[in-house]
């Protein structure tokens, strides 16, 4: 779907996102929504923000999974997808910090597969993901599931592409700092979500939209495997959508 611009295509989603909250606290059930961080989502949280204080949408029956976090990181950093979360949409809405989730930077690396499979646990727990909202990287990463990525992959650590750590360097000032490694959900993770919304806005993500969208699937655009979901859906803006 191809809008004119991101703050259209933005409103879109957050619509999306609302009436899914709207219709599962009318049947008394939790909605469970997969988050995304990055630039191009923010203008869908500051959409859901507005809507929980002009239009009172409540997030008490929400259950958030964020795909990613880098590996080491300390949720105070300026860099932590933990922050970024907080700083855009769970400081101003009424969400239960209990219903989120975000994967642990934190944790010493004996610990990390265990807390890898106790994340795909809970959600499996709450029924599996009803919506996975996604941002597209340079690589064709979904998450940080890097080219190489299989298609049965599962929540955990994973070695950065050297592509996204050069795109990383400006947020940690300078490459040197980005972090070497990153814990995220699967491909098998994402592709388990009952409905899939990727984003993606501006020229710079053109050629790998192509890619994503034209493309034969292969775990060399670990994008490329959305086009197997049933439920999955592209929306760009103009300059996104200019190579299709
Ligand atoms: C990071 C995130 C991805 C995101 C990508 C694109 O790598 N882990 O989830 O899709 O950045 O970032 P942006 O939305 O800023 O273009």
Redesign the pocket.
Known sequence: EIFSDSQKASLAVANRIKDLILAKQKANEKFVLGL???????KVYEELVRMHKEENLSFQNVVTFN??E?FPMQPDSLQS?VRFMNEYLFDHIDIDRNNVHIPDGTLAMEDVSKFCQDYEEKIKGFGGLDMQI?????TG????NEPGSMANSRTRLIT?DQI?RT??ASDFFGEEFVPRR?I?MGVGTIMAAKEIIM????E??ARIIKETVEGSISDSVPATYLQNHDNAKVILDDAAAADL
Request: hydrophobic letters at 40%; aromatic letters at 12%.
């Open positions: 995304a961080t990055g630039s191009t989502p923010t795909l990613d880098y997808y996604l941002g597209i990287g340079r990463h979904i998450g940080f950065l996204t795109d990383a990153a995220t984003m993606a806005w501006g710079g993500k």
